[in-house]
């Protein structure tokens, strides 16, 4: 039988707005999300735009629509992101630290960086390493 080890958890930092050339770049400590999670937040509706563009392609869907795959972003940044670290944020001249998920989820202008975030979650898979 063959035995696997799985890491739960890793540290990210994102490039924007050249984030990993600070002396304290601005961390993302996110765990990896589990099956059931990535099938509820991409799997499904992937899947499903996947096979109708494959049948579109075979002459199986007349209706000549595209498929578009819809993932949950938002959904996957709040179950992925367990801490931010070295995010403090301006506006109208008072200063928060920004900590976790729904505070930056709050703030104006900083979608940029919640999607690279998001995207990098959304392909991360929790490192397997093989036992001997």
Do not use: C
Not at 13 to 19: A, E, F, H, V
Not at 83 to 105: C, F, H, W, Y
């Amino acid at each position: 039988m063959a035995k696997v080890v799985l890491s739960r958890d890793e540290v990210f930092i994102p490039r924007w707005n050249g984030n990993q050339e600070e002396e304290l770049p601005i961390t993302f400590h996110l765990r990896y999300l589990t099956t059931g999670e990535r099938h509820r937040y991409a799997g499904q509706k992937a899947l499903e735009a996947v096979l109708s563009q494959a049948a579109e392609l075979v002459g199986d869907n007349k209706n000549g629509h595209r498929p578009e795959v819809q993932i949950d972003f938002e959904g996957m940044f709040r179950a992925a992101v367990t801490r931010i670290d070295n995010l403090e944020v301006e506006i109208d001249g008072q200063t928060t630290k920004v900590t976790t998920a729904p505070q930056l989820l709050e703030l104006p202008g900083l979608n940029p960086l919640l999607m690279e975030v998001a995207f990098h979650i959304s392909t991360a898979n929790a490192r397997q390493d093989p036992v001997p």
